[in-house]
């Protein structure tokens, strides 16, 4: 896409962001029913049934040190989508997206909620699959411009399923359940390579996560510790013969680390540690891909397994003073003679891959036992602007370092340094 007409979509989703809040500031209480704006626009059919409208732009301009040969002016993000309440016991989401060339991707969010219980509900349909904290955060609402490299490479992402999920003790307890047909967008299989007449299916998988506010029954919850919130995750599926394994990928799409070959089970194990205490926000997580090559060796025999390992740890300041919750709020924006919410953030992250078995010489070779391993490490450091409702402004600046340097983006260079600045305009 252009520089012109990024800077322009920009421009005119600004005015549209402000428009809208100052209507919103000057607005009497919206009808029952019709097209209203309560936040967002919606279409009110009356008191249990409406439908919100839903959409997310993202523009992004970047650098590079070294230079790679990666696009400066990027459109990353441009969904649509409808979000509403079908009476007090069902909602649901539908959401698709738009590439930068004006056409339809695949569908995002397809899926009804049936939620009558808050101990025990339903949801079915294309969804997140319940494994990985960061990745069900929605992508507008990260901390930074991109999710860390272990979101983006081992956890599943959506998948069309069912699951049951629920909470007790005021969201003191959470959980999810579910199956799904294959094992997520992020896993499916890319370049198949099966043997003539095997099931060449990648699923079903079975996904659960559980978090606890641990401290809240000691502290309440209003107390700074009552918002600390941990949790645990775990998938298994069924994974399929060929170059179907997990793939180490930078950011901007180089693969440092190839599939290898895998045939059995892929199972993954997470980690989480969430903590909001008023202006201040600390995550942590850890997860564990762990893959079988069964029958992958010489002579049919049994190659140990295929693993990948990441883990993050971030923490973010609200310097005007906001609580860091949800929805950070709008009191003192632009629009009403104030600077708007800042934030500072900084993350560290790894991801590496390489083998179970560390014995005898290690070779990049896909059928290796011992596999020559290759890791990202990670730096960022940004900052987030929220100047007025829907409206935000992000700053990152990014430093890679990898373990390899026959496996990184540029030959030769194993350190590299990217600066990215983003619009982003939901509502």
Not at 156 to 161: A, E, I, L, Q, V
Request: aromatic share 12%; proline share 5%; charged share 25%.
């Amino acid at each position: 896409m252009s520089c012109a007409l990024c800077r322009n979509l920009a421009a005119v989703g600004a005015v549209l962001t402000l428009g809208a809040g100052h209507a919103l500031a000057q607005a009497s209480p919206p009808p029952r029913r019709g097209l209203v704006w309560n936040d967002r626009p919606s279409i009110v059919f009356g008191e249990d049934l409406h439908v919100d409208l839903r959409a997310k732009f993202a523009f992004d301009w970047r650098g590079f040190a070294p230079a790679l040969d990666e696009d400066t002016f990027d459109l990353n993000v441009m969904r649509f989508g409808l979000k509403g309440e079908l009476t007090r016991h069902l909602d649901f989401e539908i959401e698709r997206e738009l590439n930068s060339d004006g056409k339809w991707e695949d569908w995002r969010d397809v899926y009804v909620n049936w939620d009558t219980l808050d101990a025990f509900s339903v949801r079915g349909g294309r969804f997140k699959m319940p494994f990985g904290m960061e990745q069900n955060i929605g992508r507008t609402d990260l901390d930074f411009i991109f999710r860390t490299r272990m979101s983006t490479q081992l956890t599943p992402n959506r998948d069309k399923g069912v699951s049951v999920y629920g909470r007790r003790f005021g969201r003191g307890l959470t959980y999810e359940l579910g199956v799904f047909n294959t094992d997520g967008d992020i896993g499916k299989l890319e370049e198949p390579q099966f043997p003539t007449g095997e099931d060449d299916r990648l699923g079903p998988t079975v996904a659960g996560r559980v978090t606890a506010a641990v401290l809240r029954p000691l502290v309440g919850a209003d107390a700074a510790l009552g918002s600390l919130r941990v949790g645990a995750a775990y998938t298994n599926g069924r994974l399929p013969e060929g170059l179907n394994s997990l793939r180490g990928e930078t950011p901007y799409g180089f693969d440092y680390f190839e599939p290898v070959y895998v045939k059995g089970r892929r199972q993954r194990f997470g980690l989480e540690l969430d903590w909001t205490p008023g202006p201040f926000g600390l995550r942590a997580e850890w997860v564990q891909s762990r893959e079988d090559r069964k029958e992958q060796g010489l002579g049919d025999r049994d190659l140990s397994d295929f693993v990948g390992t990441g883990w993050f740890v971030s923490g973010t300041w609200i310097v005007t003073g906001q609580d860091k919750d949800d929805n950070i709020s709008m009191r003192r924006s632009l629009i009403r003679g104030g600077p708007g919410a800042i934030e500072l953030a900084a993350r560290y992250e790894e991801l590496g891959f390489g083998s179970a078995s560390n014995e005898g010489v290690a070779f990049r070779n896909p059928r290796a036992d011992h596999l020559l391993e290759n890791e990202d490490r990670i730096w960022t450091v940004g900052v987030n602007w929220y100047p007025a409702p829907h409206l935000k402004v992000v700053a990152n600046a990014i430093h890679e370092a990898f373990e390899d340097e026959a496996r990184t983006p540029k030959a030769g260079e194993t350190t590299f340094w990217s600066g990215v600045f983003r619009i982003q305009v939901v509502f």
